[in-house]
Every structure is written in structure tokens, then in C-alpha cells.
């Protein structure tokens, strides 16, 4: 793995870390549908592009786990 791949996959993690505590609730069990809704809302409101980016890539990942 390449050190821009290792980076990005830190960013992806950390986004999505970032997401999921902000809709955990305790004793709450958080769906992955819930967490792509989060991560594409984020990417939405975003004028970043590297943030848009960042949630694209996360939303795939995720979007490949339900498969």
C-alpha cells in the first residue's frame, strides 16, 4: 500500500469515526444505512471538496460492506 493510499484510508476512517459519535446514543444500535445517510448529508452540505470526496469514498466503502 502506497503512503497516499495509507492516508487516505486514515481520513476515510477518521470521517467516518467523526460521524458515527455524533449519532450514537447510548444503548442505541446505529445502522449502516443510517451512517451512509450521515456521511452523503455531510457531503451535501459541504462546499469542501476534499470533504466531498472524503464521504464519497466512505459511502462506497461502507455501500460494499452491505454486498
Known sequence: MNPNETADRDEIY???????????QPGEVLPLQEII????????????????D??????????SKLN
Do not use: N
Open 54 to 63: 472524503a464521504c464519497d469514498r466512505a459511502i462506497r466503502l461502507l455501500a
Open 14 to 24: 477518521a470521517l467516518l469515526g467523526r460521524v458515527v459519535a455524533q449519532l450514537l
Open 37 to 52: 445517510g450521515a456521511l452523503y448529508r455531510a457531503g451535501a452540505r459541504t462546499e469542501d471538496p476534499a470533504i466531498q
